[in-house]
């Protein structure tokens, strides 16, 4: 089932306690697109300027299963920059300089070949853009959204409509907590229903995530990574492994869900080995399903 | 199997968002004992002084496993007290008052009876207590103790003797990052297992815990708890699950480990909806089997 999503394509340029990488293939929808590419085929929007590498083209259609003709080259603009630097523990960071250059511009076209698109993921953007971009894709089966704090503050009202419209919503435990002013994660998950998903993602980083579906809970915790390079990013690959997991099934069941969760969880585990997408390039299904399996039997009794 | 455990018996003044209960019965021993009664027969050690309410005693006799002829009454002496204040979010809390009494004298006399004890836990307390501790019960199977900061900091040499001599290792995230300065628990708890232990389990409270074993990783959740009245004694309740779900399988596999730590986690989960041992005496063993059965099904996939 066609699985399309729309996100930032950046140039980052990332400092951490294990190394520092330049110019290097980044945005939202680049990890997404090629966690999701091991499950089902996955059509990428975005735009990126004239600046942008021949050879992260490359990498991105390097992922088979990634279709770019809705990528844009924008002539005279400026691709996305984000500047950012880890802490000692790599579970925190800090911005160090934003470019927002050609996401500050108009969205690039949708192509009329994705309007079919079944499966829709709203990666993280202004919610009047998400609610935009929604009827763009008229036979949708199932949308789901990330969003942030930033619109959680500031766009409430918009924000709020936009999760009456959609199936899923991902986001982190802090913009939970936020949007639902409950600090007990499952009472915010609780109250994220009421304002109409079916189901809600609660990502909580190095500890896992929680799903809260109308049939009951899923927990699972994170996979217990010794090798972590680069965080940047992992929160996409995993909504990217999620997404790419329910296209190809095509059950939005609480068992379906859970499974989608555990494919992010262990495709992002992966990604944070190396710097971009380096890691993932090396892997392939195979891989997956193997730590997968070693992964589930480290929750078994 | 015989299972025994030393630690704190108190009188706890817990002040949380949910309420305040004074004059409430506590300590690390005293939750441990609950919990495992469910799985195996309990021996408990400790002391209090003329001041422990009868009440006290008829609540720890309630737990039918427990076996308190250890439990000492020091005419002349007054029982530990502990005063706590949680914050909001239930997952930070400051201690107000702590008052030793009887806990800094003597220590109790073990019943002649217990010295065939094969399963140890030796609570959070000085490791040099840990290690006279550990030579009254020469026929020992397994030993597994709980530490702290304090001691990880103070007293280290005679700690990473106590860790020579143990088969397992309880503590929390941050104690395990103090004890080996590793950031990363995964690369933490490998280093653990260089010191000695054959296996160490990391508690992260509301995240779960991590299992480093000989043949491999155990990693669970939490279980997602929606009613948090009172989090006093969830890391000892978790031991106590533990240890007595170890004692009654006679099993120190991987899955016999991840086993227990799922009974320690169903068991704390029930401890935290009300004060004290007011739930854990209103189930009983298909109580919590029945959790067990839900909490496995939230993570499989």
């Known amino acids: 089932m066609p699985l399309i999503v729309t996100g930032s394509i950046g140039i980052d340029h990332i400092e951490a306690p294990t190394g520092e990488a330049k110019e290097s293939l980044g945005g939202s929808s680049v990890y997404f697109s090629a966690a999701a590419s091991f499950f ?94 929604l009827k763009e894709f008229p036979d949708h089966t199932l949308v789901v959204a990330d969003t942030m704090d930033l619109w959680i503050e500031t766009e409430r009202p918009i924000l709020l409509d936009l999760l ?33 998903p079916k189901f809600v993602v609660i990502k909580k980083g190095e500890h896992g995530a929680l799903l809260r579906h109308a049939d009951g809970h899923a927990v699972l915790p994170a996979y217990p990574a010794a090798n972590v390079v680069d965080p940047t990013g992992a929160g996409d690959s995993f909504a990217g492994g999620m997404m790419g997991s329910l296209a190809a099934s095509g059950e939005l069941s609480l068992p379906s869900l859970t499974k989608a969760m555990a494919c992010g969880t262990v495709v992002a585990s992966y990604l944070i080995e190396a710097f971009s997408l380096t890691k993932l390039q090396e892997i392939d299904r195979a891989t997956i399903d193997a730590r997968l399996n070693e992964y589930r039997a480290m929750m078994t009794f």
């Open 40 to 133: 089902a085929p996955v059509r990428l929007v975005g735009a990126v300027g004239d600046d942008f590498p021949n050879r992260f083209i490359e990498t991105i259609e390097s992922f088979k299963g990634v279709d770019t003709a809705g990528l844009e080259i924008r002539t005279g603009s400026k691709t996305f920059r984000w500047h950012g630097k880890y802490h000692e523990n790599m579970n925190h960071r800090d911005t160090l300089e934003t470019q927002l250059n050609v996401l500050g511009e108009a969205l690039p076209p949708i192509p009329e070949a994705y309007r079919d698109s079944k499966y829709v993921f709203l990666a993280n953007t202004h919610p009047a853009g998400q609610l935009a971009l």
């Open 164 to 196: 009456k419209q959609i199936d899923g919503l991902v986001l982190n435990d802090s913009e939970a907590t936020m949007l639902t002013e409950e600090s007990n994660i499952v009472n915010a998950a609780d109250a994220i229903l009421k304002l109409g």
